[in-house]
C-alpha cells in the first residue's frame, strides 16, 4: 500500500501561513512526522496562492527533501509551477494530476514526458464528473491506453476514480467500490489510488466512514491512498484490513504495529 501524506496543502491555514511567511522550519516538522508516520510520498500543494505558486510549489520541495529522503507528490495543475518543481525534486515525482480533459490533457502532456515521473490520471471525461462506474472504468481504460502510447509504464500510473461525497448521492460508495474493481480486474499493473477524505465530505464523524471505506477499498483493489498517515486509528484501520485480506505476511506489520502501540486507544 503506497501511502500519500496530504498534510502540507496551503488549504489548510496553518500551511497557508507557514508558506507564506516561508517558515521551512513548520513545514519540515509536518513532513518529518507524516514520514515517520509510514508516508512513502509528501504531497506539497500550494494552489490557494493562484499568482505564486510557480515560486511556492519549488520551495516547498526544496523545503520538504532537506528533511526527509522522499519523494514529493507535486499537486498541482498548473505546468508551469508543476515544470519549476520538477527541476528542483530528487527523484522520481509523483505527479497530481492529469485527465481526459482536452485542455488539461494537452497542457500536462509535455510535463510528463520531459522527465521520469509518476501519474495521477482521474477518471474524469472531456465534460464533466462520473456518476456511475461504468463511466469511471471507461475514462480509465482511455487515459491508461493515452499513456502508455506516450511512454509512461503500467505501474506508473495511479488511476484515481474520483470518489465523491456520499452525502450528496449515496450510490457515491458503491459506484466508486465497483469501479476500483473493475479496474483492477482488467489492469493488475496499473497503481489505484484516491483521496479518501472526499468520501465522508459534510458528515459527522469523518475519519470513521473514511476508515471503513479505506477498508473496503483494499478490498476491490486499492493499492495506494492519498491521505492523514499521523491519523493513528487510520493506520491501525490500515494494517488490520491488509492482514485480514493477506497483504500481511505472517501478520508481521500488524504485530509489529500492535508491539508499537499503534493499535492502541483508537
Known sequence: MIIVGELINTSRKRIEKAVREQDA??????????????????????????????????????????????????????????????????????INSISLETDRYDQMLPVITRAPCKLVALCMGQTAMPTTSQERVLAA???????????????????????????????????????????????????????????????????????????????????????DPTDRAMSAALKTARMLLDQDEYCSDYIEAYEGGILSNT
Open 25 to 94: 522550519a513548520f513545514i519540515q516538522q509536518i513532513a518529518k512526522a507524516q514520514a515517520e508516520a509510514g508516508a512513502d510520498y509528501i504531497d506539497v500543494n500550494a494552489g490557494t496562492f493562484l499568482e505564486k505558486e510557480e515560486a511556492y510549489l519549488p520551495w516547498l520541495v526544496q523545503t520538504v527533501q532537506a528533511a526527509v529522503a522522499l519523494p514529493c507528490c507535486l499537486d498541482s495543475p498548473n505546468p508551469a509551477a508543476l515544470n519549476k518543481a520538477m527541476s528542483v525534486h530528487r527523484g522520481v515525482p509523483l
Open 141 to 227: 481504460e482511455q487515459l491508461i491506453d493515452a499513456l502508455v502510447r506516450v511512454g509512461i509504464d503500467l505501474p506508473d500510473i495511479f488511476i484515481d476514480p474520483l470518489v465523491q461525497p456520499v452525502s450528496v448521492d449515496t450510490r457515491m460508495g458503491t459506484a466508486a467500490l465497483s469501479a476500483i474493481g473493475a479496474i483492477r480486474e482488467r489492469h493488475p499493473q496499473v497503481n489505484i489510488i484516491c483521496g479518501l477524505s472526499n468520501i465522508s465530505f459534510g458528515l459527522p464523524e469523518r475519519r470513521l466512514i473514511n476508515r471503513y471505506f479505506l477498508a473496503l477499498a483494499l478490498g476491490k483493489g486499492l493499492s495506494a491512498a492519498i491521505l
